[in-house]
């Protein structure tokens, strides 16, 4: 099993910054990808970004690239986001997500296999 602990949520003005913390801990050497997703209310989870623990790859959803940065640091095994320039629209409880698949590129909440208990940003005009 792994466990992750999503922190660093908060209220935000239109423009402004906030950078969100996922602490991972259990089997972590099964999982190879990492990702964040976000839910906003009425709304399907829709997925923001991803990375490869060995950091070779990430990949951004069209709406954040540019804005959204994911990385990671691996002593303390802890991925991050940072979320620049935000919008009201980025409004959202975000998600911290694991995936075992190797080499998985998958922007699909069905296909990651741990979840953290989400963490909410709201981003006022």
């Known amino acids: 099993q792994v466990q992750l602990v999503e922190s660093g949520g908060g209220l935000v003005q239109a423009g402004g910054s906030l950078r969100l913390s996922c602490a991972a801990s259990g089997r972590i050497s099964s999982v190879y990808t990492m990702g964040w997703f976000r839910q906003a209310p009425g709304k399907e989870r829709e997925f923001a970004a991803a990375m490869w623990w060995n950091g070779d790859n990430t990949f951004y959803a069209d709406s954040v690239k540019g804005r959204f940065t994911i990385s990671r640091d691996n002593a303390k095994n802890t991925v991050y986001l940072q979320m620049n320039s935000l919008k009201p629209d980025d409004t959202a409880v975000y998600y911290c997500?694991?995936?075992?698949?190797?080499?998985?590129?998958?922007?699909?909440?069905?296909?990651?296999?741990?979840w953290g208990q989400g963490t909410q940003v709201t981003v006022s005009s």
């Open positions: 997500a694991a995936d075992r698949t190797i080499l998985g590129n998958s922007r699909s909440a069905y296909d990651y296999d741990y």
